[in-house]
């Protein structure tokens, strides 16, 4: 089963912008997980954290639920080993997409104030990159807006946040739910994910879709997003008008082509 957001989110070069929503996802349980609680983070004005590897689906996730809530959204990426006022900076940039200026102390008081007119909510990912030092900041935000009983939403999206909060209870705490994204192995996931990415996937037999997964996938979602867009331009792609599933020579081009021709 396949669906389409209501609203396509926009591809736009300013900072704060949401990643672009694929034309077509897969519904997989952790995908409907995921936009529960961002329905429930939205609702209750707390914080969600979506955790897991590289390539599983937690950015393509957030920006799929926020496509469908009526708020304003921000979204940023972290800086990689951030000092305090880089990382303040870079939400800065996000929330009032312009560049950031002044004092940490500065931009953080601006920051709370935006961030407590309500109509708003925040997404940062890539929250390993900054690590417990980054966190906290991104809480002492958070709080900040709370103290004056005016909350926003906030969604930490990164990879082993849950072990690197664990040494920090005043963070951890604060997170209402996680939604724990992995690579994927489900059959029913495989095939549903799969068959969202081009229409001559949604007909190829399931057991070749799961060696896909396993050899050239890697049960990378992000991967599969890949394989989706290479399709069209293998040879003999459709039989008189009509999408035919992949051969196993189609399967073998594609291993080239995605640098994984190997046994």
């Not at 500065?106 to 990159?129: F, K, N, P, Q, Y």
């Not at 007909?203 to 599969?224: F, G, H």
Request: aromatic share 6%; hydrophobic share 45%; net charge positive.
């Amino acid at each position: 089963m396949t669906n389409s957001p209501a609203a396509m989110t926009p591809l736009l070069g300013r900072a704060g912008a949401l990643p672009p929503v694929p034309a077509s996802v897969g519904q997989t349980f952790t995908l409907q997980a995921a936009a529960q609680a961002f329905r429930m983070m939205d609702e209750l004005l707390d914080i969600t954290c979506f955790d897991g590897p590289a390539g599983t689906g937690k950015t393509t996730a957030c920006a799929y639920a926020a496509a469908q809530s009526k708020r304003k959204w921000r979204y940023c990426v972290l800086p990689l080993r951030a000092h305090p006022r880089d990382l303040i900076a870079t939400v800065y940039e996000a929330v009032f997409q312009r560049p950031a200026g002044g004092t940490e102390r500065l931009m953080s008081t601006t920051l709370v104030d935006r961030l407590c007119d309500g109509d708003i909510g925040l997404i940062a990912d890539e929250v390993h990159h900054v690590g417990l030092q980054g966190a906290q900041q991104l809480r002492y935000l958070w709080d900040a807006a709370a103290t004056r009983d005016t909350p926003f939403p906030l969604l930490l999206v990164g990879c082993d946040v849950r072990r690197e909060l664990a040494r920090a209870e005043e963070v951890r705490g604060r997170i209402a739910r996680w939604v724990s994204f992995d690579l994927i192995s489900d059959v029913e996931d495989v095939i549903a994910i799969a068959g969202a990415q081009h229409p001559r996937l949604a007909l190829t037999d399931p057991k070749i879709i799961q060696k896909m997964n396993e050899r050239i996938a890697r049960r990378s979602i992000r991967a599969w997003h890949q394989i989706g867009k290479h399709i069209r331009f293998l040879p003999d792609s459709t039989s008189a008008n009509k999408a035919t599933g992949l051969t196993r020579d189609d399967v073998r081009l594609l291993r080239s082509m995605l640098g994984t021709d190997i046994a």
